[in-house]
């Protein structure tokens, strides 16, 4: 039997917001692009794990690169936005502070917006601050306008899914373990098979420092760095409209403990900052989760233990220590001793924001090598699915009269229906976990957290896909959910 050489122009290294937004930009061009991602999904990671806030660029260094595309992805977002059918909104947003000295911090981090080309901004009063947020506390704040809300899971997955939908291929579940040059091209082993390539783009966030050893680069080091989150209950919701942030901390790094009101209608509380050794341990612990608690209830008085529903963690990956502290700006380089290869390091927030700005460039430096066609057949516009709890009586009758399945309720919270579960299962990139299913629809994200449906999301991904039960899995390979049979 012959073996097919996978062979490709470029080959992208991690399928995060940032590495599926460069295989977008790539499909424009008539190449071969393929994507190898270590996960059973593109946004298991830090794409996914953070508070989904689409930043202005203030709190960034001007003439930085951070600044620099930061301010470009947020003046560019609406038109990405509309292109992938992106839940999103531009609710503003206040950083607060309490005392002189805090307002001393918000002056200068005006001036550096204004540097930065940020529209808008203003301090302002007490009494402002009431008028934009009844409920947020504070002496005196940073307005910053053009600050948005948005779904990261499913921005990530757009990104990802058209760039699928325009001949991208994707390969999930292929970690890489070894890189070596072979004449004319790259030589890229995985956990599963092995690639060839003339260009490399390592996009591997937190893994970007090994895979950068593998291609000889040696200079940089990820330290991760994790920030625990709390979720409340949509309930919760009608007390912030705005995200609302104190003064930042310096020396951490971070943008302190924050409150920011999600997409669709739950309230983040988060992150910490705290530096740990190993780049996946999503730990949650006691003394964080009261800390964010008190700290919550600094700005938002209202909260209660009642509207907690859900923790987790994420982690950026950091090119700065502990002891050093602060930021480094992100990394995007080539080298002339390693030829067709561009490094991603670094690229923690504002990475979300900045993705597409970040893509754009690496697609610039290749196109100093290299003489792209233009891909005729490019379809920019990726159809998300219809989410029935968002539609007017008139508009949920008309479904169910179409397709039946949207008359059958699978998650209570969420008011998921059975036609929307399906169009996840049966998703571009061939996404088969439970996680998938979740982060593409909502379901188990409700009061609950999928106590009811769980279970039949389990089922119909065991139909669909024809597996047995003990094939199902949750998030990660070896993730199985059942043993044996269940009820």
Known sequence: MKVTKKQYDIMVIGSGVVGSAIARELSRYELKVGVLEKELDVVCETSGRNSGVLHA???????????????????????????????????????TGFTDEDIEVLKELKEKGDKNGVPGLEIVSEKRIKELAPNVEGKAALYSPMTGILDP????????????????????????????????????????????????????GLNSDKVARMVGVTDYTIYPCRGEYFILDQKAGKYLEIPAYPVPNKKEGGLGIHLTPSIHGNVFIGPSAQYIDENDNYSATEEVMDMLVRE????????????????????????????????????IE?????????????????????????????????????????????????????????????????????????????????????????????????????????????????????????????????????????????SRDNGQMFLRKVR
Not at 360 to 370: A, D, G, P, Q, T
Not at 460 to 466: H, T
């Open 153 to 204: 899971f499913i921005y990530t997955i757009a990104l990802a899914e058209n760039a699928c939908e325009n001949g991208v291929d994707f390969y999930l579940g292929r970690e890489v373990t070894n890189i070596e040059r072979k004449e004319e091209c790259y030589e890229i082993t995985t956990s599963k098979e092995t690639y060839y390539s003339k260009w490399v783009i390592n996009s591997a």
């Open 57 to 95: 660029g203030f709190n960034n260094r001007p003439g930085s690169l951070m600044a620099k595309f930061c301010v470009e992805g947020n003046l560019g977002f609406d038109q990405v936005a509309k292109e992938l059918n992106i839940p999103f909104k531009r609710t503003g947003k206040l950083v």
């Open 296 to 331: 919550g209830q600094k700005i938002l008085p209202q909260i209660k233990r009642e509207h907690f529903i859900r923790n987790f963690s994420g982690i950026r990956p950091k090119l700065v220590s502990k002891e050093k502290g602060g930021y480094a700006d992100f990394v």
């Open 334 to 474: 080539e080298r002339e001793e390693i030829p067709n290869v561009i490094n991603l390091v670094g690229i923690e927030s504002p990475g979300l924001t900045s993705a597409v700005p970040i893509a754009r460039c690496v697609v610039e430096k290749i196109k100093n090598k290299e003489t792209l066609k233009e891909n005729k057949d490019f379809n920019p516009i990726r159809k998300g699915i219809v989410r029935f709890s968002e539609q007017c009586e008139e508009k949920q009758a008309e479904l169910i009269n179409e397709n039946p399945d949207y008359g059958e309720i699978i998650c209570r919270c969420e008011t998921v229906t059975k036609a929307e579960i399906m169009q996840a299962v049966k998703n571009p990139l061939g996404v088969e976990t439970v996680t998938g299913i979740k982060y593409r629809t909502r379901a188990m994200m409700g009061r609950c957290q999928g106590g009811y449906c769980q279970t039949r999301i389990a089922e119909i991904i065991m139909r669909e896909k024809n597996k047995n039960v003990n094939e199902v899995t949750y």
